[in-house]
């Protein structure tokens, strides 16, 4: 394939998706010529707006178009309850899965210094000062449970305390070197009904 021509680089474009190498790029760019042209133009119409569009909620770090998300701006949510995620697929397994009312916030990562993740990285300086402004009666920790995510979980623990807010984690059910999303909604609200407190206010 001409790499230079317009579908070469389409077949190249689609493969900066998770999981697509070479053979499903091809599969996907010729679907959409050949059998879709409209969902194609839907799609990178919908791929434009979302990535101009789509920022960071200025108060959790979430994923949203708006200053402030939709959870975050919910007078009704809970504050006494603030749980840290790794990722927006996490927050949306929770509210799926649970009847959690609470407030969250995500880090967009883990702990993970070889590849340059630190602190300043997953926004613990704002949440060091939400905990300090605005403090949680507790936190829960939703950490993945893989060796990142433990240490993370770790290191969030540590925060907590020195702010004088009570943690608790999620651990029951979820498998170990699991990731929240990809675990099954019974789990996660049993996971998450069943935390245990790690440490008191
Ligand atoms: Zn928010």
Redesign the pocket.
């Known amino acids: 394939m001409d790499s230079s021509s317009l579908l070469g680089q389409l077949i190249e474009a689609f493969r900066c998706l998770p999981g697509v190498g070479p053979k499903s790029a091809q599969r996907m760019a010729f679907h959409l010529l050949e059998r879709d042209r409209e969902g194609g133009v839907q799609l990178s119409s919908v791929l434009q707006a979302a990535m101009e569009r789509i920022g960071r ?6 994923l ?1 178009e708006e200053e ?6 919910n007078d009704r949510r809970d504050s006494s309850l603030l749980c840290v995620v790794e990722s927006p697929s996490d927050v949306l397994a929770i509210e799926q899965a649970t009847g959690f009312q609470g ?2 916030f ?1 880090l967009m990562g883990r702990l993970s210094p070889l590849d340059g993740v630190g602190p300043a990285e997953l926004g613990l300086d704002e949440l060091a000062s939400r905990l300090r402004d605005n403090p949680p009666e507790e936190m829960i920790i939703a950490t993945n449970p893989t060796v990142e995510g433990e240490a993370t979980a770790y290191y969030l623990q540590r925060m907590a305390q020195k702010s004088g807010v009570g943690v608790s984690r999620i651990s029951h059910g979820v498998p170990l070197g699991g990731e929240l999303e990809f675990t099954d909604q019974s789990t996660i609200a049993h996971a998450f009904s069943s935390r245990q407190l790690v440490a008191e206010k």
């Open positions: 909620c200025s108060v959790c770090r979430d949203t402030v998300c939709r959870i975050c701006a407030r969250y995500v």
